[in-house]
């Protein structure tokens, strides 16, 4: 299983990127599938997920400004992200998971200036 990740830039704050993940299978095979961030000396914390079930998660500190969605006939997951802050700034992360195989694209840089 490969991930692709594009979609990573330079904005100023209150701009807007829309990263995309393109998977080399269905992703309808996976259990979840998402997005996560990691920002320089930070964990990788999540960013949104499409879950088991058909739930999704966001993190408190996105939610409201940024949107997953999918586009199964692509095998691509998206995320865009509005109001972008500076606290934004990381290494955007697609990741995916079947059963306890956890996948993980090579990370795209948002970079938010303020």
């Known amino acids: 299983v490969q991930l692709q990740a594009s979609g990573g830039g330079l904005v100023q704050a209150g701009g807007s990127l829309r990263l995309s993940c393109a998977a080399s299978?269905?992703?309808?095979?996976?259990?979840?599938m998402g997005w996560y961030r990691q920002a320089p000396g930070k964990q990788r914390e999540l960013v949104a997920a499409?879950?088991?079930?058909?739930?999704?998660n966001y993190a408190d500190s996105v939610k409201g400004r940024f949107t997953i969605s999918r586009d199964n006939a692509k095998n691509t997951v998206y995320l865009q992200m509005n109001s972008l802050k500076p606290e934004d700034t990381a290494v955007y992360y697609c990741?995916?998971?079947?059963?306890?195989?956890?996948?993980w694209g090579q990370g795209t840089q948002v970079t938010v200036s303020s």
């Open positions: 299978i269905s992703i309808t095979s996976f259990n979840d």
């Open positions: 499409f879950t088991r079930g058909g739930n999704i």
């Open positions: 990741n995916a998971v079947i059963a306890i195989q956890s996948y």
